[in-house]
């Protein structure tokens, strides 16, 4: 079969409104509440979505924690004492700027209000209803959720759902060191859910407020930071390639020191060229002892590190690795969106990494007669204590197949006549729409070798 695809490193037009009608259509992602009309920039991660989510995730998991002997993980609580929080500095100042429409009552970020920003409120036009000039004062606007604790609604009892998961590895910081007998230099690595009221979402499922991150803090001595922000930034960039991401796609975004936090000595982005422009998905952050100084004053605890072999005791150093799971997860289906042409017919594919994809293979009986059922059945039962695998009987075989290049599905494995005479079958390559001839006996064999053999960008 000849196949011929869109040019290397361009996106297929349109390719937002298509990812989020393949979402929905092969079961990736839904709008939250859809019956009752939805909830604003919530999303629910359908069977394929899941799949593909816990993919990434376990292989973020397996390369920060099993993968580095100084890095161990935790999964700290989502409602912390709101003190974390004072401390921290959100309360006071995690905030955006706003501007308020006053024709159509829209707010907007100020940093998107470009002639507004400049002193020109009389010429900035709003993007929703048009109108020019009509904007009120901008406010700062606090972007945690608050909500209460216990029986009784006020200030004694309110609470935030955490912004982001960093400061729960900052105040276990001495219960995992003393715990896990860990020297400095170490990391805690933790994936979990964050909850922003972003003034103005979107993108699909880029800027959401309700999301997960995968972020690392790694605790340092004084004076090393540099290295290790180097070494981390390297290190990142290396893994988001391995998991088959166009390297014309990615690049990093160095802070000047306009952008840098507060907190921050150095910071880069690792940013994706998404149809809507390069846009970061993972930061690399030299957070200084900023955290734990601030906990230990808030707190009264002693957050510093001892060192008896060298007779040194300082607060630690961190350098922070912080990427957004849902963001990845755009980057990785964005990246394998591929329409092509396949002897005249077009072909909607997502050439996922195998080892990403959420079904790894798909069994299909050639026909309804002959055994062929039966003997598929089995083997998709024994290939499922290694794979995930899907069971199929709809369709023509070559519908079978539309469906799973939609789906991501590398393997295809078909059951046939031949395979009622010699205990055979063929295996399709979703991407080279190659076949091959394979025992049943070896089937389980032969995609775990492929899987492990596939091409990575690096």
């Known amino acids: 079969m000849n196949a011929t695809s869109q040019s290397p490193g361009d996106h297929p037009d349109g390719l937002m409104d298509k990812l989020v009608s393949l979402a929905k259509r092969r079961g990736f992602i839904f709008q939250s509440s859809e019956i009752y009309g939805g909830v604003g920039s919530v999303y629910d991660y359908g069977p394929l979505g899941i799949e593909l989510k816990n993919n990434i995730q376990s292989r973020w998991w397996r390369e920060m924690v099993h993968g580095h002997a100084n890095i161990v993980g935790l999964d700290a609580g989502i409602l912390m004492n709101p003190e974390v929080w004072v401390a921290s500095g959100h309360v006071g100042a995690f905030s955006d700027p706003l501007a308020e429409c006053l024709s159509c009552h829209r707010r907007f970020r100020t940093d998107e209000l470009t002639d507004l920003e400049a002193g020109r409120a009389d010429d900035q036009q709003c993007s929703v209803c048009g109108a020019t000039g009509k904007w009120s004062e901008p406010k700062q606007f606090n972007l945690m959720f608050k909500t209460f604790m216990g029986v009784v609604e006020g200030e004694s009892s309110t609470v935030y759902l955490r912004p982001e998961t960093a400061q729960g590895i900052f105040v276990n910081f001495r219960n995992v060191m003393d715990s896990s007998r860990l020297k ?32 690392m803090q790694f605790f340092i001595e004084p004076g090393t930071g540099g290295y290790w922000f180097q070494e981390w930034r390297a290190w990142r960039m290396e893994w988001v390639r391995s998991l088959g991401i166009r390297p014309d796609r990615l690049r990093f975004h160095d802070h ?10 150095e910071a880069v982005d690792i940013q994706y060229r998404f149809p809507f422009g390069w846009q970061e998905f993972e930061g690399i952050h030299n957070r200084t002892d900023y955290d734990l100084s601030a906990h230990q004053e808030h707190s009264g605890k002693k957050l510093e590190y001892i060192d008896p072999a060298a007779g040194k005791r300082f607060i630690p150093h961190v350098i922070e690795t912080s990427a957004g799971l849902s963001r990845l997860l755009l980057v990785v289906l964005a990246d394998a969106y591929t329409e092509e042409e396949v002897d005249g017919a077009a072909r909607t594919v997502l050439k996922l990494h195998p080892s990403l994809a959420p079904v790894r293979a798909a069994v299909f009986p050639l026909i309804k007669k002959l055994g062929m059922p039966e003997i598929a059945e089995k083997l998709a039962a024994e290939l499922r204590r290694q794979h995930n695998v899907f069971f199929d009987v709809a369709g023509s075989i070559g519908r079978r197949y539309r469906r799973q290049d939609e789906a991501g599905t590398p393997f295809c494995v078909t059951v046939d006549g031949q395979t009622v ?17 394979v025992p049943l006996s070896g089937v389980g064999q032969w995609i775990a070798a492929a899987v492990a053999a596939s091409p990575t960008s690096t």
């Open 421 to 437: 005479e010699d205990e055979t079958c063929t295996i399709r390559h979703r991407d080279t729409l190659e076949q091959v001839r």
């Open 256 to 265: 000047g020191p306009d952008e840098l936090a507060h907190y921050c000595a």
């Open 184 to 215: 400095v230099p170490f990391g805690i690595a933790q994936v979990g859910k964050a909850f922003r009221n972003e003034i103005t979402p979107g993108n699909f499922v880029f800027r959401t407020r309700e999301f997960e991150q995968m972020e």
